[in-house]
């Protein structure tokens, strides 16, 4: 056990340092992983929560349980767990990008989380104790992106008086990070969870004019490099309604059916900044003036309250299906640093699993979870004065893999199709490929007698 955590703790500290590692470059030099010109604004580009599971059923949280994976988007979820999981997540992403008749197909690809999770109580103990099951608890701790910066347009200006052509290329890159952690406890039928996230990152903004027709001319650039840290708090809670029929002895007992309510609520969390901002004049490398520099510039931000609300239903081993509604108050985002106006946003998402037969012994296939989801939303961000939005349809597989002691993992896939923008203003097309690993472990806190 020594060496998964060492394992664990290496990669999670190599990643720490990855986000947090970043010097001053020079636009010429930064090269973003990604070429989202919306990521320009606010902290960049949105990074979905969700796990490779929930994102083949649209990116449902709110009311998903499940026994074998994680759902951190609803800390309560956390109680429902049976088995010790240790999920890891990767992306790859292809965007095709539209403004009139310019196009841009750009990809981009990333490790996308890293997850542990375990319940506080052990199933087989309780299972040879033959105890009830009125209560667990369950914990995880999660590292993911939260968003992500890159960018990388030129701007043709032939518009300015008494220069007759010149170049603005705007590039940025960086992005930030949530380390998460939260616990949930479960008695009888009702689920409460919360969580805590420390949020920290770095973002570069850069832009370079060239003026093309003047001969001699200097490189004007500016630039921007903001850190940032912070804590939210995430509160939610579960309640699962049981379907029952009676038995041979004329009792009303469970009949592996249910409703599953869930709600979650996030608060309004206050961040702190620090920054570097300067403009300089260039002839080609030759840096020939600095205008202006400030270092150590601090501020102050608010991150918006959210909120969702979601129902499953839940036909036990078969059947899952879910719909779900969220909304954040972007409108109160702040930034001191940066001054924008943001707009709030919302999103409904439907979707579901079906499994043909969990216990076949004959039939793989029966076996694997079949998943299928729409998911539709508003983003924050304006273009042209209108909001931008977009939806994604989206479809997936859970692979069971069987491990020494009749251990179940997963492999989960899903695959993201959709669309994003404004029309006739930006729009982009883009299909993305989740890929996710699920190890679960059932021998945490298991206690051994001896006879």
């Not at 220069?163 to 952690?181: A, P, Q």
């Not at 620090?274 to 080609?284: A, I, N, P, V």
């Not at 501020?299 to 036909?315: E, I, R, T, W």
């Amino acid at each position: 056990m020594s060496n998964i955590w060492h394992k664990i703790f290496t990669v999670l500290l190599l990643t720490l340092i990855t986000q947090s590692a970043w010097s001053q470059v020079q636009n010429s030099n930064i090269s973003p992983k990604i070429n989202s010109p919306l990521s320009r604004f606010a902290l960049g580009d949105f990074v979905p929560q969700y796990f490779s599971a929930a994102a083949g059923m649209g990116g449902l949280g709110a009311g998903w349980q499940d026994p074998y994976q994680l759902n951190i988007l609803n800390p309560a979820s956390l109680a429902s767990l049976q088995s010790t999981a240790f999920e890891g997540g990767l992306y790859a992403k292809r965007s095709k990008l539209s403004s009139g008749s310019v196009e841009d197909v750009t990809w981009g690809g990333n490790l996308q989380y890293l997850s542990l999770g375990f319940p506080l109580r052990n199933a087989i103990n309780q299972a040879l104790d033959r105890k009830s099951n009125d209560w667990n608890a369950g914990m995880s701790v999660t590292l993911i992106p939260q968003t992500q910066v890159g960018y990388d347009i030129r701007l043709i200006d032939t518009l300015t008086p008494g220069v007759e052509i010149s170049t603005n290329t705007l590039k940025g890159s960086g992005g930030t990070t949530k380390l998460r952690w939260g616990t949930g406890f479960r008695y009888e039928q009702l689920s409460v969870g919360a969580e805590v996230g420390f949020l920290f990152g770095n973002l570069i903004n850069s832009r370079l004019v060239d003026f093309d027709s003047l001969a001699g001319s200097l490189n004007t650039e500016f630039q921007d490099e903001i850190s940032f840290r912070g804590t939210s708090w995430t509160f939610g809670a579960q309640y699962a309604f049981l379907f029952k029929e009676g038995n041979k002895a004329g009792e009303k007992v469970p009949n592996g059916k249910r409703v599953v309510l869930g709600a979650t609520l996030s608060n309004e969390a206050d961040y702190t900044m620090e920054g570097t901002q300067f403009t300089r004049r260039y002839l080609t490398s030759v840096v020939s003036d600095t205008i202006f520099r400030d270092e150590n510039i601090t501020g102050k931000g608010v991150l918006p309250a959210s909120y969702s609300l979601g129902v499953h239903f839940h036909d036990l081993n078969r059947l899952n299906i879910g719909v779900e509604y969220g909304a954040t108050a972007w409108s109160n985002y702040r930034n001191e640093l940066k001054d924008e106006q943001l707009l709030d946003n919302y999103y409904v998402a439907v979707g579901g699993e079906y499994i043909p037969n969990f216990n076949s012994y004959n039939h793989y296939w029966e076996k694997i979870r079949y998943r299928a989801g729409f998911r539709y939303g508003t983003d924050p961000r304006t273009l042209d004065g209108q909001q931008v939005e977009g939806y994604s349809v989206t479809l997936g597989l859970g692979f069971p893999v069987i491990l020494p002691r009749q251990q179940v993992s997963f492999i989960n896939t899903a695959v993201e199709i959709g669309r994003a923008g404004v029309d006739g203003v930006l729009e982009e097309s883009f299909v993305r490929l989740n890929l996710g690993f699920t190890l679960n472990d059932n021998s945490w806190f298991f206690k051994r007698k001896f006879n």
